[in-house]
């Protein structure tokens, strides 16, 4: 294993300090806890948060800031944080009007952040959240009861955070949150596994011309491995088992995220994207809104994710092009 760190053990602090360090012009470190938290003034508007197992990067952290995430709460490399820390974010997050969490559908995440909603309740703070579920690859991996939650919980970061900055109420939120979480969904590909520093290896190995369709963004198993195929095949495989999935007609309006796992360079991302492009042209599908980048990783896994989201909603095609202030939107 070749990685620019210290000590693995000290990942996870060392990489909060230093992005505090490098961003301390919009973020900061909570003292004690690892969290991150916007430096914007308290203007009592729901405070929105997320956060899950580190290794993801720029997710979650990266997308604090005005107009998205109040706070982001970090675990160790794929764990997740325990109560008291999302309890403190909470509180951090706190305007007095109440919070909204989102969650991506990891039972240990699930489990965590509930406990904490309990906790804050109890002191006082009105919570509540939504479970993100989109990829639509296989249900009932690891750790996971149904569909996983990935790069979509990006989108529900953005739309829900403009929400929160325009005023709406925790019910109001939560309201979206319900309608917009099944009308995300996600797919992706692997073509080699992350290595967690702590363990030194990858967790899963792929031969030299095999490529996995459906991995999660821990490495989790997927639903298929074939030999290596050019970006055109690759693309029609994700096209059509996300179009089916919609059940999608020429004439439907939809937004898509082209998101890197962390080891593919975006030159080959955007051949990716020129591929989808074409395929979803052919369907007659008009794509109203484009993401393309790093946005959900797996530390160094080689591979990529593809997201539709449906945008007959006009409020949430304004939401996802609205600008804000953070480390990674863009």
Known sequence: MKKIINKPTDVLPEMLDGLAFVHSDLVHRVEGFDIIARNAEKTGKVGVISGGGSGHEPSHAGFVGDGMLSAAVCGAVFTSPTPDQVLEA?????????????????SGDVMNFEMAQDLAEMEGIQVASVIVDDDIAVEDSLYTQGKRGVAGTIFVHKILGEMARAGKSLEEIKAVADELVPNIHTVGLALSGATVPEVGKPGFVLEEDEIEFGIGIHGEPGYRKEKMQ?????AKELVEKLTDSFDAKSGDKFGILING??????MEQYVFANDVAELLDQKGLAITYKKLGNYMTSIDMAGLSLTLIKLENEDWRAALESPVTTIAWG
């Open 90 to 106: 909470i509180k951090e997050a706190d305007e007095g009007a109440g919070v909204f969490m989102v969650i991506k559908n990891y």
């Open 230 to 234: 050019p970006s055109k095949a690759l």
């Open 261 to 266: 796992m962390g080891a593919t360079p975006l």
